[in-house]
């Protein structure tokens, strides 16, 4: 791990070299040249009667980010291009795009991993769009809202008056949600879902991955209410088991696994599964 981190942020051409004297950089890492690439934007404001792409032309280095190619162009060639970015890291979720026909994090997408030399660079499908590559995520937050995306449990509210308490929950009990809550809100599974497509009133696996992740939460005890709300036509059941939505996280969730133990809760059959969390007073 810290090996990798210290080849993609190594910059000038002595860092490179002392790191290849110490062999901490392979030889394949080096191989990749300094190039100048074509990016393909995507550019529209409001309603799209005919998109059209805007072409620059960009130069790269080994560690430049399609994130990095995009500001760049704003900062010396074109500022009227829409992108939505915050963090640079892969930690917000904002800078979701589809890049050369996949939803990904373009802070996240290093150029030299993709292959030609023209990058096409367009908005997230499945949701509506703003302007150029930012799209409108009112709905999404929406469907995520409606989750109930919270520990629900009478003994959460901690009291005054009481002795402060926590839950105990084990290795295994948190094991069962874990992966879940990994979840950034980046948009890139509701994108690349063929059912959110064809039905605009479906969740979406990122909302429906939620819901799993605080039923399966032994500090949870209130499931009624989500099962409520995903027991519906549009709901949990027109998930045909796709799987895009899994491959093209970029933080190891696993929406659709998330949706299909959810239905296993839902029909009865996880009931033995969940435990509850006890509480324990701290003695003070
Ligand atoms: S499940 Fe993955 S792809 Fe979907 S919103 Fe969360 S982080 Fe993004
Ligand atoms: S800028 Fe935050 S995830 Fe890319």
């Known amino acids: ?30 191989e990749f040249k300094e190039k100048d690439v074509t990016l393909r934007v995507f550019r529209i404001n409001g309603q799209i009667d005919s998109p059209k792409y805007d072409e620059y032309t960009v130069s790269t280095k080994r560690w430049t980010t399609v994130l990095d190619a995009l500001l760049d162009i704003k900062n010396f060639k074109d500022s009227s291009i829409a992108i939505r970015y915050s963090c640079r890291m892969a930690s917000c979720g904002s800078c979701g795009m589809k890049i050369n026909g996949i939803p990904r994090l373009a802070c996240y ?27 409108d995520f009112t709905t999404f937050f929406e469907n995520h809202k409606n989750m109930l995306p919270y520990v629900q449990n009478p003994k959460a509210d901690i009291k005054p008056e009481e002795k402060i308490s926590e839950f105990v929950q084990s290795p295994s009990d948190l094991d069962k949600f874990l992966q879940f809550s990994y979840c950034i809100k980046c948009g890139l599974c509701y994108s690349a879902c063929p059912t959110v497509a064809t039905d605009t009133k479906f969740p979406g696996p990122q909302a429906l991955a939620q819901a799993y992740r605080y039923t399966a939460d032994s500090r949870d005890t209130d499931m009624k209410n989500r099962f409520n709300i995903i027991d519906d036509r549009h709901g949990i059941w027109r998930c045909h088991f796709a799987g895009s939505c899994s491959s093209v996280c970029p933080k190891g969730v696993d929406p659709a696994l998330g949706i299909q133990l959810l239905r296993n809760h839902l029909l009865g059959f996880s009931k033995h599964e969940k435990t509850v969390a006890k509480l324990k007073e701290h003695s003070d």
Do not use: A, H, W
């Open 109 to 135: 997408t290093k150029i030299s991993e993709l292959s030609g030399d023209t990058i096409t660079c367009e908005p997230l499908p499945n949701f509506p769009y703003i302007r150029d590559l930012v799209t």
């Open 1 to 30: 791990m810290t090996e990798k981190k210290q080849i993609i942020v190594s910059d000038s051409k002595q860092d490179i070299d002392n790191e290849k004297k110490s062999g901490n950089i392979k030889k394949e890492k080096t």
